[in-house]
């Protein structure tokens, strides 16, 4: 099994490879398929898996992977726990603006076996971008894989004069200010 490493290929041109880490399928593949069908000016690659290490047998076939999406569903604590080990398989470059927190369905807060503020607190230990979505609506879906595709432009190193570690910071420090 592999470590996950940000800069051990060499990036793509005019290309973002993106992995999908989430124990629901189906919430991987809406997400996938409306990061897609968007318009863009780059190339998406897309891969998703349930859980890190990646097998090893397919290293050399993986691109650099420019970001990291780990979701989450609020209604299962297996996602949680398959996430917290999935962490440690990462690469600590990757904390350095290139993974993001999708927490699903917490809008039905009293069915939620996962606590919102434990994924706060996950994202805020790993300095990451925390989005909330719910995969019930198309238009959620699409709002997210909007963002997400914004941030992933920016950590591919497409968007001029910003990195993915600006992104991380600018996006911490609203979260606090968010907070008073």
Do not use: W
């Not at 992977?65 to 990757?94: C, G």
């Not at 300095?127 to 909007?146: K, P, R």
């Not at 997400?148 to 200010?177: D, E, R």
């Amino acid at each position: 099994m592999a470590t996950v490493r940000p800069f051990d290929k060499m990036p793509m041109l005019n290309a973002a490879a993106l992995l999908l880490v989430g124990t629901e399928e189906s919430h991987r593949e809406q997400l996938a398929s409306a990061m897609l069908k968007e318009p863009k000016t780059f190339e998406v690659k897309i891969h998703m898996a349930q859980s890190l290490p990646l097998p090893y047998e397919r290293e050399h076939l993986r691109p650099r992977f420019d970001m990291v999406v780990f979701l989450i569903n609020l209604h299962s604590q297996l996602s949680l726990s398959t996430i917290l080990a999935s962490l440690t398989q990462l690469d600590v470059n990757f904390f350095l603006g290139k993974v993001c927190f999708v927490a699903t369905g917490g809008g039905q807060v009293k069915h939620c076996m996962v606590d919102i503020a434990t994924v706060k607190k996950l994202a805020d230990t790993h300095l990451s971008t925390l989005l909330f979505s719910e995969f019930a609506s198309e238009d959620d879906v699409t709002c997210t894989a909007q963002r997400l595709l914004q941030m992933l432009k920016i950590c591919a190193g497409l968007v001029p004069g910003i990195s993915a570690l600006y992104l991380g910071s600018f996006m911490s420090s609203t979260l606090q200010t968010d907070q008073f």
